[in-house]
């Protein structure tokens, strides 16, 4: 079993950052597979990023390529999503995930965490 909890969302103006963080337990963390999605109010919740087991590879949506950038700590067991140069459209709430299976389904969600972005 893993639990996840993000933190680190807020309002902020476009343009600047944020950094979100992803605390995670259970034992097994270190071989899962791990990402963040997002859902904006009346929209379907999507998938921003995402990051092996390892560490060594990462993926992202077309929308947020060369703007964020996901890593993780498996000492820590944290998983980080660094937003930069944030626009409005960014604006939702933020979801840790767990993938348990390689190109398996995610398992595992956090609660969510707001970010609020302003023009």
């Known amino acids: 079993q893993v639990q996840l909890v993000e933190s680190g969302g807020g309002l902020v103006q476009a343009g600047g950052s944020l950094r979100l963080s992803c605390a995670a337990s259970g034992r097994t963390f270190s071989s899962y597979g791990m990402g963040w999605f997002r859902q904006a109010p009346g929209k379907e919740r999507e998938f921003v990023a995402g990051?092996?087991?390892?560490?060594?590879?990462?993926y992202y949506t077309d929308s947020v390529k060369g703007r964020f950038t996901i890593s993780r700590d498996k000492a820590k067991k944290m998983v980080y999503l660094q937003m930069n140069s944030l626009k409005p459209e960014d604006t939702a709430v933020y979801y840790c995930?767990?993938?348990?299976?390689?190109?398996?389904?995610?398992?595992?969600w956090g609660q969510g965490t707001q970010v609020t972005v302003s023009s």
């Open positions: 990051i092996s087991w390892s560490g060594g590879n990462t």
């Open positions: 995930a767990a993938q348990v299976i390689r190109y398996g389904p995610y398992n595992y």
